[in-house]
């Protein structure tokens, strides 16, 4: 046998032990998505190893920029971004097609190729929609030819990396859309209990209130007999003590007259009468009513306005109602000459906040969270609705109700309140 026989039987030889490597390698490739850099690492070894270069590279190329996925050499720990533009694997992009240059040097049109290096072969990385999203750079220090036999191997490779690029891809947008979805969901399902807290609280108001119309009824007949009886015997008994006992029992039963309104209040559906209100004017208008009350006597109510037009949409008589009962609270909370402050904060555009503000003793915290419940009053002859009441008609208006209270600061209860847009 000739040498020359020897020689390509040898070659042969050579070459396929090297593809029986390279298959076995990509066989035992496993990627997992959680594993992709450790994966491409292994594909850019591989590479080095089968064809014997210096070294190679996995890059993910987008907007003009290259990102080095991974590296047969170690280059340091962090990103490694570049730039695309004159570079050989800028033209592999470009024309998106498998680039060989034995010696760069003597073919600059190609582009340029990393300090030390001469020869190269470019793998475009393209994924199943044909679009070329990063590529397979083989370098090497000497000039040197790339065989038909190295350049399947290194493509081989090349499908294997980018199918790897893109499920990770695929499934990082996935885990996106699963996070949003996910958000999504507990968001609707947080809406759907907040409604569903909300019809059956309206059920029960409802319950209540036709269950409370009917009692209140029934009460308020004979009760209002009674108080005619009363007043009668008023006028007709003229011992003092029998006048102190009847004018005890008018006020008990004016007191019962005034709790059953107020249940009626509480339980009856609030139907509102919407139109829009200045907040300044609307104040300054309630200030005449909020002035005169019994409660406000030697008292100073101190109006601070919003420094802009800001308006609201609001039952007058209500939203009325919810500032007497409040200021009624802060005056009661406050010595003779003490000052309660009403204040318009417009700092939150799309809300306006009344805040209404007293120097009192501060109210305990656990007693705070219980002010707003119905028929809980911290006052002896209190009947625990009006809290309950003004809260009802500010959640009315879509409406938050704040209370807050501290030693320095006394007490604040705020009102917040959409404004017209």
């Not at 996995?58 to 047969?72: I, M, W, Y």
């Not at 570049?82 to 049109?109: C, F, M, N, R």
């Not at 209190?382 to 208006?397: C, S, Y």
């Not at 501290?406 to 917040?416: A, D, M």
């Amino acid at each position: 046998m000739s040498k020359k026989s020897e020689d390509k039987i040898s070659f042969d030889k050579q070459q396929w032990q090297r593809e029986r490597q390279a298959m076995a390698l990509l066989s035992s490739l496993n990627y997992r998505t959680g594993e992709l850099s450790s994966y491409l690492h292994n594909i850019a070894c591989g590479i080095s190893d089968l064809i014997k270069v210096d070294w190679t590279v996995v890059t993910l190329c987008q907007k003009g920029f290259e990102k080095v996925l991974a590296s047969s050499l170690d280059i340091g720990e962090g990103e490694h971004v570049y730039s695309l533009h004159g570079t050989l694997t800028g033209t592999v992009i470009e024309i998106g097609q498998l680039l060989t240059v034995e010696d760069a040097h003597k073919h600059p049109e190609y582009g340029e190729v990393p300090e030390g290096y001469c020869s190269y072969l470019g793998i475009p990385l393209r994924t199943a929609q044909g679009e070329v999203i990063g590529t397979i750079c083989a370098f090497h220090q000497q000039p040197r030819e790339f065989t038909k036999e190295e350049i399947q191997i290194a493509e081989l490779f090349g499908d294997r990396a980018a199918t790897a690029i893109d499920h990770y891809h695929l499934y990082q947008q996935q885990c996106q859309f699963n996070q949003v979805l996910e958000a999504k969901v507990e968001q609707r399902t947080a809406e759907l209990q907040i409604a569903q807290a909300k019809l059956v609280e309206q059920e029960r108001l409802a319950a209540i209130g036709e269950f409370a119309a009917i009692i209140v009824h029934e009460i308020r007949n004979p009760l209002t007999t009674t108080i005619m009886g009363l007043k009668y015997s008023q006028k007709n008994l003229l011992s003092q003590a029998a006048q102190e006992r009847l004018s005890l029992a008018l006020s008990e039963a004016s007191r019962l007259e005034r709790l059953l309104s107020e249940i009626l209040l509480y339980a009856k559906p609030q139907v509102l009468q919407l139109c829009e209100l200045d907040v300044n004017e609307f104040v300054n208008e309630l200030l005449v009513t909020l002035c005169e009350m019994p409660e406000a006597l030697s008292r100073q109510i101190e109006f601070i306005p919003a420094s802009r037009v800001v308006k609201f949409l609001g039952d007058k008589d209500k939203i009325k109602q919810v500032f007497i009962n409040i200021v009624r609270n802060a005056c009661e909370a406050v010595s003779p000459g003490d000052v309660v402050k009403c204040e318009v904060d417009c700092s939150d555009g799309g809300q306006v906040c009344i805040h209404v503000c007293n120097g009192g003793e501060p109210i305990p915290p656990e007693v705070i969270s219980k002010l707003t419940q119905p028929f809980f009053s911290t006052k002896s002859n209190g009947t625990g609705l009006g809290l309950a009441i003004t809260k009802r008609i500010v959640n009315a208006h879509g409406g938050e109700l704040f209370i807050q209270s501290e030693v320095v600061g006394g007490t604040r209860v705020s009102v917040k309140l959409p404004v017209v847009s």
